[in-house]
């Protein structure tokens, strides 16, 4: 979905907002104001937090699996390590990406009154997630292994996520080169 300049702008406030405050301490007011308008103009474009949110999480999803796709593609990094490309790049992009900060709080606490629909865009972008890594596995991969191989891989990311939000950056690394010579082992061990 295509939106406007100024729905574009008020989705970029919103999603720093969002990221920063979660959904029940975020103000339309405040999103508005950051935007550059008056509260009644952004009723203009979002019917109100609820949609203004799902919108939100749907760009941020639609990042994500951009940023997937292209670290999966062809094995997506070292050939010993499925998956390495996109595990490698995880908490640069926490760092660097309101929308990846906002995804990984919005997945792991949702707002209470949207929580169905959150998980269930979640699930749709996890799905593409482990199609996208069972496209850049070595196609001599038994098909049992491989899905074995899938969802040790989105288990380890789910972990990483979660270390991500809820630990230092020091622990992070400390778990993402666990993970990474586990899969590795797991991998080898065909």
């Known amino acids: 979905m295509s ?3 100024s729905a574009q702008k008020i989705c970029d406030v919103a999603v720093k907002h969002f990221a920063q405050f979660g959904y ?3 103000s339309l007011a405040a999103i508005a104001e950051g935007a550059g308008m008056r509260k ?3 009723y203009a474009h979002f019917a109100g937090k609820d949609a203004l949110f799902l919108q939100v999480l749907e760009t941020a999803l639609d990042e994500e699996k951009v940023v997937a796709r292209a670290a999966l593609a062809a094995g997506g990094g070292s050939s010993e ?3 390495d490309g996109y595990i490698s790049g995880l908490q640069e ?3 660097g990406s309101p929308h990846f900060q906002f995804l990984l709080r919005t997945v792991y606490a949702p707002p209470v009154a949207l929580r169905e629909q959150v998980i269930e865009k979640y ?3 996890e ?3 482990r199609a996208a890594f069972m496209e850049g596995l070595d196609s001599n991969l038994a098909q049992d292994r491989a899905i074995l191989l899938a ?3 989105l288990g380890v990311v789910d972990s990483l996520q979660v270390e991500l939000i809820y630990n230092s950056p020091q622990t992070f690394e400390v778990r993402r080169d666990a993970m990474r010579l586990m899969l590795g082992t797991f991998a080898a061990a065909q």
Request: glycine letters at 8%; hydrophobic letters at 30%.
């Open 3 to 5: 939106l406007s300049p």
């Open 24 to 26: 029940d301490a975020s």
């Open 40 to 42: 009644p103009s952004l």
């Open 81 to 83: 390590v499925p998956g």
């Open 93 to 95: 992009r926490y760092d």
């Open 123 to 125: 699930r749709g972008y």
């Open 127 to 129: 799905s593409e997630l």
């Open 151 to 153: 969802e040790a891989f």
